[in-house]
């Protein structure tokens, strides 16, 4: 060939050569420098890279969608500590818990000497329609032995529940009855009610205890008011004690029902969150009706919303513990796996410009976890001095109270926990489960009995006829806790109430327990107390009262600019399952 021929090939053969190192180069690239691409791609896009290069260049075989699924809670982990991952194997009961039904049986069930014991079976449910009865303990299900060390409530919850129109065969042993007895159950949508209780608890005033705020929260407690009103009803207590929250949509609706039109209820904003406001309309069926709300170191979110503008209105007046300090609202977002995130996106704010939420580093913050002890610790729950207000977090409800954010809803009347009659040998017979186990014992032998009577006041009556605290302590004794003569006097009262109130629970149900137990209330008899003697609306501070205040305001402005300066030495920074 001559040397004129072979230049002809030479721009074909560069240009081939190009393409090879290109093609070496990406092959090259995507192989063995999976963290530099992370890099180059930016901080968005290393998970992926990362999650690439272990799927590709891992010693060991991974399971990436466990990797995944390990990794998730702990990301959002470091957000803060409402933000979470949702397993979409759980996401149906979390969100059943708050939309008013699920599908299942119809019984309420404890589980007890490794077996399934039906403690009621709800009226007009499935288990009820083929026979079901209180007391049956169930042995089978689908023909395959359900008992066993192995049997849990999440176990037994996820087994007798189930779609709608789907059927369970269940196998029980009844008291009185040599065979096992079969029953053929249609599962079918069992309601949950999120009012435990509304009656009238005084000739002229009603209490209503609210659990959570569902998706049905506000249709009951309309038919709640109804039918208190139908009594003759004067003044309401609304007790959201241990009330962790819920649809904040649900608590803004309620709070309508209470103030005048034009008041503002809640805002809420966030970085990508424009601000968003609600304010009553004006229809509620309560306006002018003296109100009461509880609240404890367990109410959280949506009850601090409701909470929140009734005392920063001025509407009613606020009793108990400070609450718990949630003020981050959550919106859930859902992935085509069936698993879902709740991802904090704004903070929501009570009608003065307060934010209630406590103080937290981020979702791994252990000291947040331990509040509650701390506060315990720090004697929050017996005396109202203990509790540490951020006094930079001062705002003023519309007459003008003083009213604090930084750390949960303060109640305008506090009442401490009440210790009186706790013993060593109460707290380890509580601890050991033994009271409840004797409860639900005692019930199911003397179940034909008790079933006679409605109303806790002649069961209770009965109850104390019959010695039953004599035969909590030899069950107890039995059970390898120690006769402890002393401590056992000191403790008889709270004792016996433990005993009663979980017969009544077992016998009667809720409301009729929550009725009982509210008797020796110390919380309830406050807010009546103050029904009765018509001071459930707040009243503006006095002149006396708004001159210290403006005092107090000046001293910590000072304070503060001598902590700027240095010239204040003492400033310091505050330091039963159903299926």
Not at 68 to 94: G, R, T
Request: hydrophobic content about 35%.
């Amino acid at each position: 060939m001559s040397p004129k021929s072979s230049n002809r090939f030479i721009p074909l053969i560069i240009a081939v050569s190009v393409v090879i190192g290109i093609l070496i180069g990406t092959f090259y690239a995507q192989h063995f420098a999976g963290n530099r691409l992370g890099i180059i791609n930016g901080s968005s896009n290393k998970l992926n890279a990362l999650l690439r290069v272990i799927d590709d260049q891992y010693v060991d075989t991974v399971d990436m969608a466990d990797l995944v699924e390990k990794a998730m809670p702990q990301i959002l982990a470091e957000l803060d500590p409402h933000s979470v991952y949702i397993p979409a194997q759980n996401l149906e009961q979390v969100n059943q818990e708050l939309e008013g039904s699920f599908s299942g049986i119809g019984i309420q069930f404890t589980i007890q000497d490794d077996t399934v014991h039906v403690n009621r079976v709800i009226k007009g449910g499935p288990s009820e329609k083929v026979g079901l009865m209180a007391g049956d303990r169930i042995v089978k299900v689908n023909d395959s032995l359900f008992v066993g060390k192995t049997l849990t409530n999440e176990k037994a919850m996820r087994t007798l529940k189930g779609p709608k129109d789907s059927e369970v065969k269940v196998s029980v042993k009844r008291m009185g009855e040599p065979e096992l007895l079969d029953f053929s159950i249609v599962r079918g949508d069992i309601p949950q009610n999120s009012i435990n209780a509304a009656y009238m608890i005084s000739d002229d005033f009603g209490y209503v205890q609210i659990s959570k705020f569902a998706r049905t929260t506000h249709i009951e407690l309309l038919n709640a008011i109804a039918q208190l009103l139908h009594k003759q009803c004067k003044g309401l207590i609304i007790d959201l004690r241990d009330n962790t929250g819920g649809f904040m949509e649900a608590a803004i609706r309620m709070v309508n029902e209470f103030l005048p039109e034009g008041q503002l209820i809640v805002y809420a904003e966030g970085r990508k969150f424009p601000r968003t406001q609600d304010y009553a309309n004006g229809t509620g069926s309560c306006q002018r009706m003296p109100l009461v709300v509880l609240v404890d170191e367990g109410s959280a979110s949506a009850s601090e919303i409701f909470a929140g503008a009734i005392q920063d209105n001025d509407r009613g007046i606020i009793v108990g513990r400070r609450s718990f300090g949630k003020g981050l609202v959550q919106q859930p977002i859902d992935f085509s796996d069936g698993s879902a995130i709740r991802l904090t996106v704004a903070r929501y704010h009570t009608p003065s410009g307060r934010c209630i939420q406590r103080p937290y580093a981020n979702g791994n913050d252990s000291q947040y976890d331990r509040d509650w002890l701390t506060r315990y610790e720090h004697g929050e729950f017996f005396s109202k001095d203990s509790i540490k207000l951020n006094e930079n977090e001062l705002f003023k409800t519309t007459l003008g109270r003083p009213v604090y954010g930084g750390g949960g809803i303060m109640p305008d009347v506090f009442v401490p926990q009440d210790t009186t009659g706790v013993s060593s040998y109460l707290i380890e017979a509580s601890n050991r489960g033994l009271i409840i186990r004797f409860s639900f014992h005692y019930s199911d032998n003397h179940r034909d009995k008790l079933s006679a009577f409605e109303q806790y006041e002649p069961l209770l009556k009965h109850l104390k006829g019959q010695n039953v605290l004599e035969q909590f302590i030899r069950y107890a004794e039995g059970k390898g806790l120690k006769r402890r003569n002393l401590l056992i006097q000191k403790s008889r009262k709270l004792i016996e109430r433990h005993v009663y109130g979980n017969i009544i629970y077992n016998m009667l149900g809720q409301e009729e327990y929550i009725r009982y137990i509210n008797t020796e209330d110390a919380t309830v008899k406050k807010a009546l107390e103050i029904l009765e003697k018509g001071e459930a609306f707040p009243t503006a501070p006095s002149i006396i009262e708004e001159k210290e205040d403006e005092q107090a305001d000046q001293k910590r402005t000072a304070q503060a600019d001598g902590c700027v300066k240095g010239h204040v030495p003492e400033c310091r920074t505050a330091d039963y399952a159903l299926c």
